[in-house]
């Protein structure tokens, strides 16, 4: 007998992991596909980070089951980089190693959600929040921002979603999918509405936080108060191009940690033990590979902001962080090729990955439906190449 759970039938498959599926086998039809789907670094691991890990697995001392929570000496340093960096006070029992921060997420939810809780997600949202959130019998809550606020929502609006079942509060910045990020006056008056509701805690997710275009980077765990009410969430993924060794971390008040851990504990255990070594190399070395990773996405955003420019009936914010544009598509709604008739965003990614060959992500699947989210974490001559196809197929659009 083949029968699912229930539960699988309250959230979809991951959106972004779909539309990379369908490039890949569009790619082995021999078809010539530009995928600006996925959110991965088109960087390599930087060598000296490659190098540790090589030095790890020749000292032939990193072959068993580590801490749950992580390795000590990684957990003391990842608690430096807070005090140093973002001016939280984080130890390392504050500290817990996941497998990338989806995991951290994952494990920050199941430790506190009760099914019938709500979670306030600002949208648009990085995909997985919603599905979490619902994987755990809890309510989503979109709270949502617009392309004339710059996607970000207000503390008003949080305010005003806020009930007496409210558990968690959601959001990143920079943000996935529309690489907006949150000021200090921002998150200041977001975290004023928290601190009167005793119950309600925040989870920041700062995965993209060296993917930062303005000249400050605030944590939310470091304004007054909030220590004890943010679970920090962080990885190596993007900003050291770790995408596939799936180190992630959180920052989180001891008793919250401690749940972590358990929950951890029973579902994966501990992190790979190599990676966390090559992480620790991360965090401890030169960050100038980071740096120079990010001055080529500031480049790529300029070239990708002046071309999307030229294509009408495309708008769009100007992102601030990330690797991420989030143009609304809405004016082609309704247009035709003669064809097909174009009713939504998930038809237009259809439509540009059939013609164009270009791989988009629909922006339903991030909470707004007007939208496309295009990932420019691709060289600069792919850029040009797709968006010159781009431009090209929705022109046919009438």
């Known amino acids: ?14 959106a972004t992991l779909a539309m990379a599926a369908k490039a890949r086998e569009f790619k082995s039809r021999g078809i010539d596909v530009i995928s600006l789907s996925l959110g991965e670094p088109d960087f390599k691991t930087p060598d000296h980070i490659c190098e540790a890990a090589k030095q790890a697995i020749d000292a032939g001392k990193y072959f068993a089951y580590p801490p749950v929570a992580g390795y000590q000496d990684f957990r003391e340093a ?37 099914p019938g809780d709500e979670v306030i997600i600002l949208s648009p949202y990085w995909v997985s929040y919603d599905a979490l959130v619902r994987l755990c019998e809890a309510k989503p809550v979109l709270v949502k921002g617009t392309l004339e606020s710059d996607f970000k929502v207000t503390a008003a609006q949080v305010e005003e979603a806020v009930s007496n079942r409210t558990r968690i509060i959601i959001f990143s910045s920079p943000c996935n999918p529309t690489g907006s990020v949150f000021s200090r006056k921002e998150l200041e008056a977001i975290a004023s509405v928290v601190l009167k509701h005793e119950n309600i805690l925040v989870i920041a997710d700062e995965i993209y936080e060296h993917i930062n275009f303005t000249n400050e980077f605030v944590s939310m765990a470091s304004l007054p108060g909030m220590f004890e009410r943010t679970i920090t969430v962080n990885g190596f993924a993007k900003g050291f191009a770790m995408t596939g060794w799936r ?49 080529e996405y500031k480049k790529r955003r300029e070239v990708v902001f002046e071309l999307l420019k030229d294509i009408p009936g495309i708008k769009s914010n100007y992102p601030l962080g ?26 237009l990614c259809m439509y540009l990955l059939e013609t164009a060959h270009v791989s988009l992500v629909p922006g339903s699947a991030f909470g707004d439906d007007n939208c496309v989210r295009l990932s420019y974490a691709a060289s600069e001559s792919e850029l040009r190449e797709a968006l010159a196809r781009m431009k090209k197929a929705l022109a046919n659009l009438r």
């Open 1 to 14: 007998m083949n029968r699912h759970s229930l539960r699988l039938n309250t959230f979809e498959e991951s």
């Open 78 to 114: 990842l608690a430096s980089k807070y005090q140093k960096e973002n001016n939280v006070p984080y130890k390392a029992e504050n500290i817990v190693v996941s497998n990338g921060a989806k995991q951290s997420i994952a494990n920050t939810m199941l430790a506190l959600l009760n």
């Open 247 to 295: 180190v992630g971390y959180i920052g989180a008040p001891k008793w919250i940690a401690d749940g972590c851990i358990k929950i951890q504990g029973q579902l994966t255990s501990a992190n790979c033990s190599v990676a966390q070594r090559a992480a620790l190399a991360a965090i401890t070395s030169d960050i100038a590979p980071t740096l120079k990773m990010v001055d």
């Open 322 to 347: 990330a690797f991420y544009f989030f143009p609304d598509v809405s004016s082609y709604f309704g247009k035709s090729d003669g064809q097909r008739t174009i009713t939504s965003a998930d038809d």
